[in-house]
């Protein structure tokens, strides 16, 4: 399950020179999912320095680093999504160290003018995620200072590509903005599993079944451990495939276009909860 040390040097050797990396998930409640982010977190920050870790879940605040538990942190601050074992494991790590947390969730007026649009707008599902990207954007940008920072940002594939998918239902999502205003100092990574029975939120849970030419049937036939892979020239991930979006809807995407690299688990499986 862990990804290779062989692996995670060569990921370390492409992002040396960068200021910011998105770390995506393809549904919220995948346990492997977490866990691959925990270890290539830890080694960009013991390795590169990385001082920052975004959190799609958390509002802006100040008090973030003034938590000395990870339970209390996660209870507090963290959709119940992520009330995992897992992710509990990330937060005591980043609690121990010189690390930042930081959120970039919508708050406040943004908040309040986000779902004005969720409801009253034609078409509001499609109006409203554009905004909310749009904004946790601006929040992101208003925060990051790239003379100094190095930052992590966790969230979903669907923020995290470097353009909009038909399956993130946004004229552009938040890590397209990203590489349009940071350029060359932005890398991205999407994580995608072949099969399984996972969260999509909490106790939602999902079937992901590896159809016909798609990525979940790809990762199937072709792999059988955790694998990272940073080199996307092969025909897979230059031409249009197909995806199960969180387990349920399918789209068409050429993944290149939308990460520089890739992390692929054959089987996803539910994470374990903690009781908060």
């Known amino acids: 399950m862990n990804i290779s040390q062989v692996e ?7 992002v040396s020179d960068k200021r910011i990396v998105l770390l995506g998930e393809s549904a919220h409640g995948i346990r492997e999912q977490n866990l691959n982010r925990f270890e290539i977190i830890k080694w960009l920050h013991k390795e590169l320095g990385f001082n920052q870790l975004y959190l799609e879940s958390v509002k802006p605040s100040k008090k973030l680093n003034s938590y000395t538990s990870g339970i209390e942190f996660i209870k ?11 992710v509990l494991s990330l937060i005591n790590y980043v609690i121990k160290s010189d690390m930042e947390f930081v959120g970039f969730e919508i ?3 943004y908040l309040d003018e986000y779902s004005e649009i ?5 078409n509001n599902g499609y109006d409203s995620r554009t905004y909310r990207d749009l904004k946790m954007f601006e929040i992101f940008k208003n925060v990051f200072d790239i003379e100094k920072d190095k930052a992590i940002i966790w969230g979903h594939n669907g923020h995290m590509s470097k353009k909009a ?8 999502v938040f890590g397209e903005y990203v590489f349009e205003y940071f350029g060359g100092f932005s890398y991205s990574v999407g994580q995608y599993i072949g099969a399984g029975v996972i969260d999509h939120m909490k106790d939602q849970e999902r079937v992901v079944n590896p159809l016909p030419n798609t990525i979940e049937e790809y990762i199937s036939n072709n792999v059988e451990s955790t694998l990272f892979l940073t080199d996307l ?6 031409k249009q495939i197909g ?3 969180c387990g349920g809807e399918l789209e068409s995407l050429v993944l290149k276009s939308h990460f520089d690299a890739l992390v692929l688990n054959p ?10």
């Open 118 to 122: 969720k409801k009253n707008s034609i």
């Open 233 to 238: 020239s092969d025909d897979v991930f230059t």
């Open 8 to 14: 995670i040097d060569k990921f370390v050797r492409e």
């Open 76 to 86: 507090n601050e963290l959709h119940e999504v992520y009330h995992t074992k897992e």
């Open 107 to 109: 708050y406040g007026k």
């Open 243 to 245: 995806h199960s979006f």
């Open 267 to 276: 089987v996803g499986s539910k994470p374990e909860r903690l009781i908060c």
């Open 165 to 172: 998918s038909p399956g993130a239902y946004r004229e552009k």
